[in-house]
T-cell receptor, first 117, second 113 residues
Framework: AQKITQTQPGMFVQEKEAVTLDCTYD???????LFWYKQPSSGEMIFLIYQGSYDEQNATEGRYSLNFQKARKSANLVISASQLGDSAMYFC??????????????FGKGTHLIIQP | ETGVTQTPRHLVMGMTNKKSLKCEQH?????MYWYKQSAKKPLELMFV???????ENNSVPSRFSPECPNSSHLFLHLHTLQPEDSALYLC????????????FGQGTRLTVV
């Protein structure tokens, strides 16, 4: 079984500041993938960034970076220079390798990020 | 434009109605998914289809019936739903059903009255 824990239900951040959204995970799979999604009020889930469990370097995508600490089973999302448009729900998710079967993503409960001007 | 389109965007149905949610992807992906997002709960995976075959069914009640006629289309047939089934239903697709990222549609907001 896989589990994602996001301990921050909500966060208020000043515009242009950096933001760190916490995510810890639990899995018995040897290989797995970690994902972050953004969900604005429109409801659509927008893929942001991916980290493979065997990737040696932290993933980066523009202003998004993933602080992957495998020993601690954490995969925090860092947003640099936050913008008002970053206000949304953010979900951490993972997909494991359960012996060749097809898996969907397991999601955390999400963090509601509000960027203040 | 995410390449995954869901219709309708909003649906209100009575408990005795039969309705269907539709999902279409234009990304050439081989795997498609249905998720349920209820208030204050994590997204719940309902069904996974890989190459048009169902590969996972997370103990979803039989009043939800998926159909995948081809790799581009996915349906969720609904009948005799309960008020607690009211939620946002999200469709997603991915290149395959392993480690690749999933791309989501905008969801169908379902209200059961």
């Amino acid at each position: 079984a896989q589990k994602i824990t996001q301990t921050q239900p909500g966060m208020f951040v000043q515009e242009k500041e950096a933001v760190t959204l916490d995510c810890t995970y639990d899995t018995s799979d040897q290989s797995y993938g970690l994902f972050w999604y953004k969900q604005p009020s429109s409801g659509e889930m927008i893929f942001l960034i991916y980290q493979g469990s065997y990737d040696e370097q932290n993933a980066t995508e523009g202003r998004y970076s993933l602080n992957f600490q495998k020993a601690r089973k954490s995969a925090n999302l860092v947003i640099s220079a936050s913008q008002l448009g970053d206000s949304a729900m953010y979900f951490c998710a993972m997909r494991g390798d359960s012996g060749g079967g097809a898996d969907g993503l397991t999601f955390g409960k999400g963090t509601h990020l509000i960027i203040q001007p | 434009e995410t390449g995954v389109t869901q219709t309708p965007r909003h649906l209100v149905m009575g408990m005795t109605n039969k309705k269907s949610l539709k999902c279409e992807q234009h990304l050439g992906h081989n795997a498609m998914y249905w998720y349920k997002q209820s208030a204050k709960k994590p997204l719940e995976l309902m069904f996974v289809y890989s190459l048009e075959e169902r590969v996972e069914n997370n103990s979803v009640p039989s009043r939800f019936s998926p159909e995948c006629p081809n790799s581009s289309h996915l349906f969720l047939h609904l009948h005799t739903l309960q008020p607690e089934d009211s939620a946002l239903y999200l469709c997603a697709s991915s290149q395959d059903a392993r480690f690749t990222e999933a791309f989501f549609g905008q969801g169908t907001r379902l209200t059961v009255v």
